[in-house]
């Protein structure tokens, strides 16, 4: 089932073309890994599934993005309710400086929950969700800003899924992190996968070859291939593709 | 070491002298580290040195005038009878009208232009000039307070007129070190927040003034204590030095406490100098507690 359908997309900053007609979809409950060198693109298209381009002056967009069929680039889309369907995890863990509690529950007072129970049992399930529950159980009440760097991460995955959203966007999620953290990270990847529809940015493409079920390779603002991880991986169609892959380049 | 590479013998005698020349130079960069160490150090010393002067002798000349008939009396003819209590009370209804005002409008000003203006050149004009005005000199903003305040809007040399006046002066202070706090609190959590569906407004409130307020606070807390300090606009709005009442209202006559001092300091009578003493005594204490409290107040809204 597709979820995210990419039509004809291009976008500019400014004068420079940064994408170029993208077409792509996204399949349902499944995690979709970009890949490619450094300013290929592969983040600024996953900005624009939850429009956090809209932020940055002089950005212009072409072509649509199609969410469950409905174009969020069209005028009437409330842009508050579609962020908390599709949430958004960054390169470097970016916690509050308030309480682990308080972290994860902001999205949900945000959206008006403020029951202390239902706030309470939103908290727990995120966290467990996020298998950070049985590291900080017993320390709800202390600063998120204790954590450490892989702790901190889980954290904001945590915070992202207590909003309740269909997609997750992670953009280069263990980048900052250790390899014992990495490897915590995307074991949890591979679990949300039942619930969640993934999109990750990663450098690494060991990552993307190791978490994801279907992979894009970027460009200079193209999508060059898009297919089965492992028949990507293994058996790539475009030229550039095998020569990135195979570490000549990038 | 120099040539340590090569193995001749020449050139380990070579090594020897240069040795030598290397403990030299190395004495001359020690002397010269340890001169510039006792420059700083003297420079550090001077001003502490002036400081602990104008507090001695601010202390002897006034102490012993400090006793609870100052702060009871009003001014006088004669200088035994002279107190602070109108230049006090001046003070603190000016400051008590002034701070709210500055931090409202303050504050307000700082998150329009950090969240909200787009970078128009419009916006740029705005944030040029309000920089600009925070170096103005008081004594214009005083002229201004007298032409707008007292004369236009007709208040009189009055406590209001004064109020409005030190509003002016202090807002582009205060607006700046908002702007400065709010800046000072990173791209990254406000991404967080509107990822999460907050909008603007959610966001300054949960995300940027908790991590900010600390350094509003402060900023405000000490351009206040320097309205508090302030001479010059004042009597050019026409506060009075001599008055034997408390304010009644916003439309009182008033005197403020940095007048009252300058009032008596430039007596002939060799007594009022010891009273202005003990009157710079009371204002540098609460100058001195305004300034605790910003600090009070930032270690306590500190980010954890």
Redesign the interface.
């Known amino acids: 089932m597709t979820i995210v359908n990419i039509d004809q997309l291009h976008l500019y900053y400014g004068t420079f073309h940064a994408l170029k007609n993208i077409n792509m979809n996204i399949n349902e409950k499944s995690i979709t890994a970009f890949i490619g060198p450094s300013g290929c693109g592969k983040s600024t298209l996953l900005r624009t599934l939850?429009r956090?381009n809209d932020?940055i002056?002089g950005v212009r967009i072409e072509g649509s993005v199609n969410i469950k069929g409905e174009n969020i680039y069209a005028q009437d889309v409330n842009v508050?309710?579609?962020?908390?369907e599709i949430?958004?995890v960054?390169q470097?863990p970016?916690?509050?400086?308030?309480s682990i509690y308080e972290n994860v529950a902001?999205?949900s007072?945000?959206?008006g929950i403020t029951n202390r129970k239902q706030l309470d049992e939103i908290v727990e399930t995120s966290l467990k969700n996020a298998a950070l529950w049985d590291e900080v159980k017993d320390d709800l009440k202390k600063?998120a800003?204790g954590l450490s760097g892989g702790q901190q991460q889980r954290l904001?995955i945590a915070?992202?899924l207590a909003?309740n959203p269909e997609i997750l966007l992670m953009d280069e999620p263990t980048s900052a992190l250790d390899p014992i953290s990495t490897l915590k990270i995307e074991e949890l990847i591979q679990d949300l996968k039942q619930r969640y529809t993934i999109v990750i940015v990663t450098h690494n493409m060991q990552q993307a070859a190791r978490v994801s079920d279907e992979t894009a390779f970027f460009l200079n603002g193209e999508v060059i291939e898009m297919d089965d991880t492992a028949t990507l991986f293994s058996n790539p169609n475009d030229q550039k593709t095998e020569d990135y892959i195979s570490g000549r380049f990038g | 070491m120099n040539g340590s590479t090569s193995v001749s013998n020449t050139s380990i005698n070579n090594n020897e002298k240069t040795d030598k020349q290397q403990l030299k130079h190395m004495m001359k960069r020690k002397r010269k580290n340890k001169f510039f160490h006792a420059v700083f150090f003297i420079s550090t010393l001077f001003g502490i040195a002036a400081l602990l002067l104008l507090l001695g002798q601010i202390l002897i000349q006034g102490l012993g005038w400090l006793n609870w008939d100052f702060f009871n009396n009003y001014s006088s003819r004669k200088p035994e009878n002279s107190g602070i209590k109108a230049a006090m009370v001046g003070t603190l209804w000016m400051i008590g009208i002034t701070a709210p005002l500055t931090f409202i409008i303050g504050v307000a000003t700082a998150l329009f232009l950090e969240e909200y203006a787009?970078?128009t050149w419009i916006s740029r004009v705005i944030q040029t000039n309000i920089s600009n005005l925070a170096g103005v000199p008081s004594i214009v903003y005083g002229l201004l307070g007298l032409t707008l305040f007292v004369r236009m809007l007709h208040l009189g040399p009055s406590i209001l007129a004064g109020a409005l006046t030190m509003t002016l002066l202090v807002l582009p202070i205060i607006i700046v070190a908002s702007q400065e706090a709010i800046r000072a609190v990173?791209v990254?959590?406000r991404?967080?927040?509107?990822?999460?569906?907050?909008?603007r407004w959610?966001t300054i409130v949960?995300?940027v003034l908790?991590?900010s307020f600390a350094g509003i606070l402060t900023g405000s807390i000490l351009s206040l204590s320097r309205a508090i300090g302030e001479t010059a606009p004042l009597i050019v709005i026409g506060a009075v030095a001599f008055i034997a009442r408390l304010p009644d209202g916003l439309l009182s006559k008033f005197t403020a406490m940095p007048i009252q001092i300058y009032t008596w300091s430039s007596q002939p009578q060799e007594e009022f100098h010891h009273v202005a003493g003990a009157g710079i005594i009371v204002l540098l204490f609460m100058l001195l507690a305004m300034n605790a409290l910003a600090i009070f107040l930032r270690n306590k809204y500190q980010?954890?």
């Open positions: 939850n956090m932020m002056k508050e309710l579609l962020r908390k949430g958004m960054f470097q970016n916690p509050f400086p308030k902001y999205g007072k945000i959206h600063s800003y904001c915070r992202a909003v | 787009k970078d990173p990254s959590q991404h967080a927040s509107y990822a999460l569906g907050a909008n959610q949960k995300v908790p991590s980010r954890k």
